[in-house]
């Protein structure tokens, strides 16, 4: 199979033999795919190595059948985003919620511009961890793990703001108490999550715990390796 | 390989532990060492089980070395106040070679990266702290490589710095030397530009 002029953007690089890397890619059309780019290191490379650096708007196109396949082409497509200090390590960190989560060669359009629109958000700067808790909202939602957000799970009574619930990861929110596990929110943090409008702080605190479990029992007992790798690093998020 | 005996099928197989070394060179090193220079291959079997067994790292940077504390460290008239932080041995050689930086290193052994599980543990975040709030620092040089990764372990090295009261400075980036602006990469050229020095 040949693909041309896929946008597309890299988020993980590794360095492979004496002059290749390993790039794993999130496309628009044919989702995350692992490409080799042969001959990409040194001083004799083919292509310029910060082009195929991670979170840039690319074009690449590429070759051949399975789990890796070649790169052939790759150049710019739009400006770089200036992303720096903590908005650059949460990018990091979806980026690995992105090659985690998301299997290979299964397409996801919208999440693609999902991605594509959070990383000019992260750039802007402030509200991180916010804009965070809404891609992640977003990304089970692509995967088929929509959040139920707005009634609950065992009454079907709509959210109410000022109570408090015990959010579980296979139903949803039920009133607090009256299961075991589950992450303790209020109401106002799920409706804020529901519509997009910022919650307080403490509801914002109340979702973090929230979207790690949840993402927790997607990815397995070992955790994300953000958590404990960004841990330190990224305060805010 | 099926006729071979095997001793040599076993060292053919060890040889390919080289990185870019896949058994064709490997059988070609193999039969070289036994055919043509035996004497040069037990020389490298000496040296290498040294090595293997007596380089350790640098208590103080991290470095490979055979001593408690390698040379630069050891080195008593080298500039105790101010310490590079670079990724890797090959980068902090690339420095000593192309510069006449006479302060100290620390080698991080990587780079923050979350997807290789490095972490602040990994690249010896305890042992740096406490090399910042020995006191004896008083600039940090954050020589990362200019890659994603590179960058974010730059803006942490920059935190540490902070947290312990030391200037932190960072690399520049900028255009080649013998470089032309027409063939230099838009990201560099972007920030060669917005990055811009005063003329002297």
């Not at chain 1, 200090?85 to 949460?90: C, I, N, Q, R, V």
């Not at chain 2, 932080?85 to 290193?105: C, H």
Request: charged letters at 20%; proline letters at 5%.
């Amino acid at each position: 199979m040949r693909v041309e002029s896929q946008p597309a953007y890299v988020l993980h690089v590794r360095a492979w033999r004496e002059t290749s890397l390993l790039l794993e890619a999130f496309t628009r059309d044919f989702g995350r795919v692992g490409l080799v780019a042969r001959g990409v290191r040194g001083a004799r490379a083919r292509l310029p190595r910060s082009l195929l650096e991670p979170m840039q708007a690319l074009r690449l196109g590429w070759s051949g059948r399975g789990e890796l396949q070649t790169l052939t082409t790759a150049e710019p497509d739009g400006p770089v985003h200036a992303l720096r200090g903590d908005a650059l390590l949460s990018a990091l960190y979806v980026n690995e919620l992105l090659v985690r989560l998301v299997a290979r060669n299964d397409p996801h359009p919208g999440l693609f511009d999902r991605y594509a629109a959070l990383l000019g958000e992260l750039a802007e700067g402030p509200l991180l961890a916010w804009r965070l808790r809404c891609f992640e909202r977003d990304l089970l939602a692509a995967l088929g793990y929509a959040m139920q957000l707005g009634t609950a799970a065992d009454t079907g009574a709509a959210i109410d703001p000022d109570a408090t619930y015990d959010y579980l990861p296979e139903q949803g929110a039920v009133a607090a108490g009256s299961h075991p596990g589950g992450v303790r929110v209020r109401g106002s943090a799920l409706l804020a999550l529901d519509s997009g409008a910022l919650p307080i702080a403490e509801d914002l605190a109340a979702l973090r715990r929230l979207m790690r479990m949840l993402i927790g029992t997607h990815v397995g007992e070992r955790g994300l390796q953000s958590w404990r790798v960004l841990a330190g690093p990224l305060r805010s998020g | 390989m099926t006729g071979n005996p095997d001793l040599l099928a076993e060292l053919v197989e060890a040889l390919r532990c080289l990185p870019g070394v896949g058994a064709k060179s490997a059988q070609r090193m193999a039969f070289h060492l036994l055919e043509r220079d035996r004497e040069g291959g037990a020389r490298l079997s000496r040296v290498l089980g040294d090595a293997m067994q007596r380089i350790g790292h640098c208590k103080a940077c991290r470095n490979f070395s055979e001593r408690d504390e390698c040379a630069i460290c050891a080195n008593a008239s080298r500039d105790a106040s101010l310490l590079c932080v670079v990724e890797t041995p090959a980068d902090l050689l690339a420095i000593e070679q192309a510069t006449g930086y006479r302060g100290r290193y620390f080698v991080l052994m990587g780079r923050l990266s979350p997807l290789d599980g490095m972490g602040p543990q990994e690249l010896g975040a305890g042992l740096l702290q406490q090399r910042l709030a020995s006191g004896e620092i008083a600039e940090m040089v954050i020589a990362t490589n200019p890659t994603v990764e590179g960058e974010a372990t730059a803006h942490w090295l920059g935190q540490l710095a902070r947290a312990a009261g030391v200037r932190a400075t960072r690399l520049a980036h900028g255009v080649p030397l013998g470089g032309e602006l027409e063939y230099v990469d838009r990201g560099t050229l972007a920030h060669a530009f917005g990055t811009r020095l005063t003329m002297e």
